[in-house]
């Protein structure tokens, strides 16, 4: 891997010769040492400031660069201007990872995997920040910090807790149709190239004329679904704890290039009124009969980082990176992570993390932000530095203006749980859709899963799937040797998806 290299000059920081490398400058054999080590000093006092913050969920992942591909014209629902034609190309950069590990725990754990995608374009940084399944288990934000303390450790034993996840999942009937996804044949992906992307929420698209779509995103795996059982994970991890990542790393190395097919789901601003379903609802899915999947494009990754702390680790995506002709919804799960992926990385990284060559536009950026720490461009120099001025600087792009979203209602601290409350229709039409097998490995895994909760808590999850269907109800039951309730009626209807994920 070294061969070959050039020689190269030890220096210190500042480009002074370093003398000696192995031996620290004392007085006389025995010490002590002299305070003008320089050299010593400077070690030390990097290797201490080596760590930076890990994100503080999907802290352990692998990155690398690409190019994503226009397959079809799609310029009647958007003006962003990377999908302009058939056949242009876009450089981008993409981060895989697993949500509830540490930065450097296993990779072949049972849990959601993100999906995260920069694309270049020269209108800006279009991040495309979503995960391997296309439902999420919150539908309003204000339970995020919850959800996470709950999937981590517990703040006395510093372990993770069957018990603390389980009550928190079960106590809250929405997140049942991802702890459903989670627990099925697709929660241990073989690798990450082995799993599709979904954008997850609501979206959406503004074309030319003005006009406003609502898309939902999937990217469909070249490489087929593969995935681990709890036995091959189990091993796995004994023999090699980062397996996704020289899954990814030597695919790449020896020009297999993973690829990924773009999709879009598009219903118009009318329908969402009169659909029937909430089109804002990160814990449902929309129907592919109802509204079809739509080709855009497709990816490959093609380039490691030559450094993986430089790229991976101190790459920053953000669902409030967007272009011209990508844009919201009143999602309010989508709305809250506007706010929360930059602050974090403001702390993570500092201010100027935009500047960091992984995270900086190809396009001219005029932000007029300036100073802080770790400046590194020319800070705009002696531009003018307020606005408005006579000297034409820092001109608004009004025809970038988006249409007029109308939206009413009362302030209040609204609660869909009180006439919004279908938990279980898409789960119980996800349940139907599995074969015997998958059903029983469902059911196993979740079992698995639930370890030493206590059986109050495996009960309360037996009765919400039972709630779903009895069958899986009764199948989780017989797992963990308990009972499961008759039910009186089931809740919701049975939609009709042709393929739930
Ligand atoms: C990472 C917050 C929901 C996908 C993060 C980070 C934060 C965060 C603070 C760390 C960012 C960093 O340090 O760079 C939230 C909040 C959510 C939410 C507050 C809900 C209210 C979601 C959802 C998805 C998602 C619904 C997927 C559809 C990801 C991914 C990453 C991430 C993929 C890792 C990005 C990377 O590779 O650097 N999230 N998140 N999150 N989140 Fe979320």
Not at 105 to 132: H, Q
Not at 229 to 244: I, L, P, W
Not at 308 to 321: T, Y
Not at 470 to 485: F, I, K, N, R, S
């Amino acid at each position: 891997m070294h061969g070959n290299l050039p020689q190269s000059q030890l220096t210190t920081a500042f480009g002074a010769p370093v003398v000696d490398n192995q031996n620290s400058y004392t007085a006389g054999p025995r010490g002590p040492l002299l305070m003008q080590d320089i050299w010593l000093l400077e070690k030390l006092a990097n290797l201490n400031r080596e760590v930076i913050p890990e994100r503080r969920m999907h802290a352990k992942g692998s990155g690398a660069f690409g190019t994503f591909r226009v397959t079809k014209d799609i310029t009647r629902y958007t003006r962003a201007s990377f999908l302009s034609e058939v056949g242009k190309e876009t450089g981008m950069f993409a981060r895989f990872t697993t949500v509830a590990g540490e930065r450097g725990a296993a990779d072949a754990e049972r849990d959601i995997r993100g999906f995260a995608l920069k694309f270049y374009t020269e209108e800006g940084n279009w991040d495309m920040v979503g995960n391997n399944t296309p439902v999420f288990f919150l539908r309003d934000p204000r339970k995020f910090p919850d959800l996470n303390k709950a999937v981590k450790r517990d703040p006395k034993t510093n372990m993770r807790s069957a018990t603390n996840n389980w009550d928190f999942w079960t106590l809250l009937p929405e997140a049942f149709h991802q702890v459903t996804i989670v627990m099925s044949d697709r929660g241990i992906p073989k690798s990450y190239r082995h799993m599709h992307g979904f954008g997850s929420h609501t979206y959406s698209f503004i074309n030319a004329e003005n006009e406003r779509f609502w898309v939902k995103f999937h990217f469909k795996t070249q490489q087929g679904i593969e995935n681990l059982t709890d036995e091959e994970a189990a091993s796995m991890v004994a023999q090699d704890r980062e397996s996704h990542q020289r899954d990814l790393f030597e695919a790449i190395e020896r020009g297999d290039y993973p690829k990924w097919t773009m999709y879009i789901q598009v219903m118009n601003e009318e329908e969402a009124e009169t659909c029937g379903f909430h089109p804002f609802d990160l814990t449902k899915v929309w129907s592919q009969k109802t509204y079809p999947l739509i080709e855009v494009g497709e990816f490959e990754l093609n380039r490691n980082a030559e450094n993986f702390f430089q790229d991976v680790e101190q790459s920053a995506f953000a669902p409030s990176s967007t272009v011209p002709g990508i844009a919201f919804s009143p999602d309010k799960m989508l709305q809250a992570r506007l706010f929360a992926y930059a602050d974090a990385q403001r702390y993570r990284l500092g201010v100027n993390y935009h500047q960091i060559p992984v995270n900086a536009p190809k396009c001219p950026v005029m932000s007029n932000h300036r100073d802080g720490y770790g400046r590194m461009d020319g800070n705009y120099g002696s531009l003018p530095h307020y606005q408005p001025n006579s000297f034409g600087q820092w001109l608004e792009q009004p025809d970038y203006r988006e249409p007029p979203l109308k939206i009413d209602g009362n302030a209040d601290f609204w609660n869909f749980r009180e006439d919004d409350d279908d938990y279980f229709s898409q789960p119980r039409a996800l349940f139907r859709l599995m074969s015997a097998d998958q059903r029983q490995v469902l059911f196993d895994n979740t079992a698995r899963a639930m370890g030493d909760a206590p059986d109050f808590i495996k009960q309360r999850h037996i009765d919400n799937c039972t709630r779903c269907d009895p069958a899986y109800g009764a199948g989780v039951a017989q797992a963990l040797d308990m009972e499961a309730p008759v039910p009186e009626k089931l809740e919701g209807t049975s939609p009709d998806l042709a393929e739930a994920l």
